[in-house]
């Protein structure tokens, strides 16, 4: 939201919402309609029944199974002691073992009631935060605008034009190597690349943000656990494995590395927030056709991005976000790029997330604005699936993390945005301040 006065993103403490907010089963069974109500903000239909259904008849086995383990229980101890009078135990053994059998059925009955209702609820969306807009795209809403556009002529060229003749980036090599949807850098190109990233890792760095490397194969559970997959599981590049190995995936952000980091493990509450951030290039899928505007590197199946994360305690959660939008937005502005800030509507956000802030850079040739950050907060959403929880201090009882992630930056984007907005009539580019030193020169001049 924007202060009336000053124009200033902000985030209203006073309207966080407090309700769970991952699929918790119990809130569920309780508060259905508050979580229909939420959920049809991002779902054209909502029908629990199934989920109900299922629950139900989980319940049911659960206690047909705890009713026949204590029967078989008696029935071993009667047998005990017949044995130990001497006395006839046989007719008792016959029923034990078939309470045994009858038990070995409920069990795998219970198995696979309690594995249909995991898959029916792990296909459900996070729940919408209040503030978020219900619908699609056309609901979004601008919460921040900065900078100017830049006055370029009739005469101004396009990201793919001034690239080709700056001899920053070889679009048909790189389609020679990859493929469609891969380019090169070379060059100041790769240079100016570079330098976007080592400027934010710098920056990540001094605000003590640790840094880490993750590895770019991934397991299957890491995608679940980030609420991708089942839905995008098709959206990434899958591996082909050998019998018996692991099935693995591409990352399509180090987002779903990070996050796994700690899965399955309790966090010490005062070391909370865990702040972390990554440099991998991202690989997806990209399926179906590319618009015509989307051309040069708008949009690949390959490239590179800073990622932020934060662990932290649902009080801490606010806090957090407001920081990394405020990072993500500080970063475009050191570069000198005009851009806005805008809130996503509950269908144009990711179903995982129940708030999701875009950093949009301005693209003069497109006249539009293009994500370049995406900083979202999933509450314990992923943390349920992921299993990270955290111990308050001198408390027994766990709770689940808050998680926070945030593009710190991607360049695929931010190199257009500098060509274009930085041209000057010779066709030659202004290069922002901050990759000066990195690139040996204040301006990129056609070869």
């Not at 309207?15 to 809130?27: G, K």
């Not at 100016?192 to 880490?212: I, K, N, P, Q, S």
């Not at 040739?365 to 929880?389: C, G, H, L, P, T």
Request: aromatic share 8%; glycine share 8%.
């Amino acid at each position: 939201m924007v202060d009336p006065v000053s124009g200033d993103f902000i985030l209203s403490a006073r309207t966080l919402w407090r309700r769970p907010d991952v699929l918790d089963l119990r809130l569920l069974r309780t508060e259905p309609e508050t979580i229909k109500d939420a959920l049809l903000k991002r779902m054209d239909s909502v029908d629990f029944s199934p989920i109900f259904t299922l629950d139900e008849q989980r319940r049911a086995l659960i206690g047909s199974v705890e009713s026949t383990r204590a029967e078989r229980k008696g029935y071993a101890k009667q047998i005990g002691r017949l044995r130990g009078q001497g006395g006839d135990w046989q007719a008792l053994e016959a029923e034990a073992t078939a309470l045994k059998a009858q038990l070995a059925t409920l069990e795998a009955e219970l198995s696979a009631t309690e594995k249909a209702l995991h898959e029916s609820l792990i296909e459900l969306p996070n729940y919408p935060d209040p503030r978020i807009p219900a619908g699609g795209k056309e609901n979004n809403r601008v919460v921040r605008t900065w900078g100017e556009r830049p006055s370029l002529g009739d005469d101004a060229l396009d990201h793919v034009a001034l690239s080709q003749t700056l001899g920053l980036i070889d679009y048909e090599r790189g389609t020679k190597l990859g493929g469609n949807g891969f380019w090169m850098y070379s060059g100041h190109g790769a240079a100016l690349e570079w330098a976007l990233l080592d400027f934010f890792c710098r920056e990540h760095r001094a605000d003590g943000y640790r840094f880490c490397l993750p590895p770019h194969l991934l397991v299957e559970e890491c995608g679940y656990t980030a609420g991708q997959f089942p839905k995008f599981r098709d959206d990434v590049f899958h591996l082909d494995t050998n019998e018996g190995e692991r099935a693995r995936f591409l990352l399509p952000t180090a987002e779903t590395a990070i996050l796994n980091v700690y899965r399955d493990e309790i966090l010490p509450g005062d070391k909370l927030p865990q702040k972390l951030f990554a440099y991998t290039p991202c690989y997806r899928r990209e399926a179906g056709s590319y618009r015509s505007e989307e051309r040069g590197t708008i949009r690949g199946h390959q490239f590179n991005k800073v990622e932020m994360f934060q662990f932290c305690t649902p009080a801490q959660a606010e806090a957090g976000l407001e920081e990394m939008v405020g990072k993500a937005q500080s970063l475009v502005e050191k570069l000198g790029l005009h851009y806005q800030t805008t809130l996503l509507a509950a269908k144009d956000a990711s179903a995982s997330m129940a708030m999701t802030y875009d950093v949009e850079v301005w693209l003069p040739s497109m006249n539009v604005f293009k994500e370049v950050s995406s900083i979202s907060w999933a509450r314990d959403y992923q943390a349920r699936r992921a299993k990270i929880r955290y111990r308050p201090e001198g408390e027994k009882k766990t709770e689940f993390v808050h998680t926070l992630n945030g593009s710190g930056l991607a360049t695929s984007r931010l190199v257009p945005a500098i060509l274009e907005q930085n041209q000057r009539p010779d066709g030659s580019v202004l290069v922002p301040e901050p990759l000066r030193e990195w690139l040996g020169t204040d301006v990129l001049r056609p070869e």
